[in-house]
């Protein structure tokens, strides 16, 4: 009963749709924008001064907005502007009794989704300076901090303003423009490179900008290849959880992420965006369909293939923080498929020797083609625990597979795992569309910050030859034997999308193997130690697998900090492209990030161990 009257609903919606023109109408957010005459102002104020400056305006400098133009701003906003505090100050206020409060912090500093919910805090905080931490994480390795009693705004910036309209957004990028201080955009914190902070500046909080819409029968207006199928809207602070929701409700798939709480629109489909789906769709910016932005001039604008292409081409991969603050994405959707994964565990120990584990390895690497051109997808790790390894599938995901074809096609491992004696029990499932098999398969991922990683693409070409792949392997298992812990993902992309014309690294298009190597330690660890830990991996470890892989690359957002020529790595032939348009887009350098595009032009003025960029300190023009 309650089946059928469904039908009957949506195939009327449909009949409606079907033959009427549908462009999606702006969010209600985004219906309140600053009129153009104003946004003109403030870019034809004459501008030399503010263009000559070494650096961004800090709050130690004279010309520092005073309280009264702060107070100002914050009444053209409605009152949306946060003065920082620390999320940890609790633990470090001598006149309340605020030890619950820091026991709660403490106990859950690891847990994303307390932390997003924050203005400032933010998962990479190393690279900010570790600028009030709960005192029992705050690292003696790192600091002259005398002891643990003082609590600064440090690294993390001096303002937010908590957006839910494009109008404040618009006056954030003004504003900032105008004062000269750095503007930094936070949409949950997540990314590995601390690009969602930095000292002094003006944040733009995202979070709240949570609006969607699900598009039955979207109308791209161009002629030819115009998409017409189903489609949704997302607003910019919309995570990967919530936009399975949504697929899920309306029986459709998304290509989005594994991470839980990451935020689908912010950096991550602007990076690019792999998914456990990219074996069979690409990339999740491959299907964006349309943007609309505030850009550095603080106009608001639609980026789509017939207007403002040129952005339009650079949003789709070349990073976030680099050419506007984006509001909202219209991306594609795919039918509801089945979706069969698997999960295990292998650790060494008794007679499964180390030996036994790496042959284990081999043979499964062996076929990683075989796997990735079947679709698949997978994701593990390979960690150092009390001196044995453990190796966790996270989940190896097989879309649009049943259980029994996967069972099929992974015969041959599952046999020769157990005459090698690696000892599993797999958890394999099957379900009937994505965002169940996602939620059995992907629990949320804790939030670290004593941890450095670096990381490599490994393309076909280096794989499908026995001699090169044995090389890798080998250089993959050194890696590992000298201290460092590995991230592997099993992934293709599609046979085709190498003729996407988007800003996504080309490297990606190659793929079968994504490598990554991390490293972590204790906040007792000593100074020296650390370091060298840390240099192993940029200047040591890595250029290894780089030797091995001449002319790939790497992904931007799951990176070395410090990537030696990351303009080749992170983006290849599309550099010189993505850099005109920064100049195009930004010229005056509104956006900044570490490591986005253009971001070449500035330097942090001071640096942690000797050689990581510190948010913590001026940024100037070189
Ligand atoms: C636990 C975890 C799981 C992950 N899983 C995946 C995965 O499955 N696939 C994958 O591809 N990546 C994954 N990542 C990496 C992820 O894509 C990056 O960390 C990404 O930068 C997160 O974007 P965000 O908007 O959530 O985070 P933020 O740190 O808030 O933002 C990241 C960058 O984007 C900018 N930005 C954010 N919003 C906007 C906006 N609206 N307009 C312009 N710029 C904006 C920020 O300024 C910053 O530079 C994962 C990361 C973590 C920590
Ligand atoms: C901005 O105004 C609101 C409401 O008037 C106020 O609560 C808030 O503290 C102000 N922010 C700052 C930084 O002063
Ligand atoms: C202060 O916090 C401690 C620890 O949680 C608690 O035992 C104590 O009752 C609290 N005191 C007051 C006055 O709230
Ligand atoms: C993290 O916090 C969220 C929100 O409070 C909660 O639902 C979740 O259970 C927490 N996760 C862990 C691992 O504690
Ligand atoms: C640590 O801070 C406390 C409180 O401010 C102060 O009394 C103490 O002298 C400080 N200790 C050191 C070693 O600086
Ligand atoms: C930010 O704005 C949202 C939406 O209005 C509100 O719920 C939230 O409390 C605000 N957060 C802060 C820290 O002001
Ligand atoms: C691009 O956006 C503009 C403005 O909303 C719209 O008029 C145009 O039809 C869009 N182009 C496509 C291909 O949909
Ligand atoms: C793998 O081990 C972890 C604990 O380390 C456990 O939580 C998880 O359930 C195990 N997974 C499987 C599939 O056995
Ligand atoms: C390894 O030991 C287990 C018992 O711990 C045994 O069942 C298995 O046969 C042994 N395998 C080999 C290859 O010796
Ligand atoms: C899923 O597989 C079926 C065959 O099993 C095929 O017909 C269909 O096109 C596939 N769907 C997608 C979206 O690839
Ligand atoms: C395989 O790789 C090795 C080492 O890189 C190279 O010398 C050899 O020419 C490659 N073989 C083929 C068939 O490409
Ligand atoms: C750094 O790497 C070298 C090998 O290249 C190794 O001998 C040394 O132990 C490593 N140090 C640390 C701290 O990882």
Known sequence: MRKAIQFAFSFAIWSIVATAKYNPPLF????????????????????????????????????????TQWDAFNATLSGALIATVPEASPCYASNANTSTQCDDLTKSWSNSSLRIDDATSIRSILFQGMTCMPPSYAPRFLFTRPNASTCSVGGFPAYTVNATTVEQIQRAVLFAKDQNIRLVIKNTGHDFGAKSTGMGALSVWTHYLKDTEYIEKYADSKEQDGYGGPAVKLGAGVQVFEAYALAKRYGITLVGGEGRTVGHIGGYIQGGGHSPLTSIWGMAADHVLSINLVTASGTFITANSTQNTDLFWALRGGGGSTYGVVTSMVIKAFPKIPVTTMRYNISTGGNF???????????????????????????????????????????????????????????????????????LDPVIEEHDNFADAWEAGFPQEAWTWNMRQASRFFPRS????????????????????????????NIRNPPGSEAIDNAVNPAWRKILMFALMFVT???????DYVTQLSRNLTYEWNPRWKALTPGSGTYMSESDYIEPGWQESFHGSNYPRLYDLKKKWDPEGVFYAQNAVGSEDWVMGETLLGHLPSQNSKLCRK
């Open 521 to 527: 330690w204790s906040p007792t660890d000593s100074v």
């Open 462 to 489: 280096v794989l499908a030859n026995d001699t090169s792949r044995a090389a890798s392997f080998d250089a993959i298992k050194k890696v590992f034997e000298e201290g460092a812990n590995l991230i592997m993902f």
């Open 28 to 67: 209600h957010f985004e219906t309140s924008s600053l009129d153009n005459d104003i946004v003109h102002s403030h870019n034809f104020q004459p501008r030399g001064n503010r263009q000559q400056k070494p650096c961004k305006t800090y709050p130690s400098d004279a010309e520092w907005p005073s309280k």
């Open 353 to 423: 020797t180390q030996a036994k584990f790496w042959e284990a390895q081999k043979v499964y690497v062996d076929n990683f083609e075989k796997y990735a051109d079947l679709g698949h997808y997978a994701y593990y790790r390979v960690r150092h625990v009390n001196g044995e390894i453990m190796h966790d599938m996270t989940s190896w995901v097989a879309p649009n597979t049943s259980a029994t074809n996967f069972r099929a096609s992974i015969a041959p491992l599952l046999e020769k795992w157990k005459s090698v004696g690696a000892n």
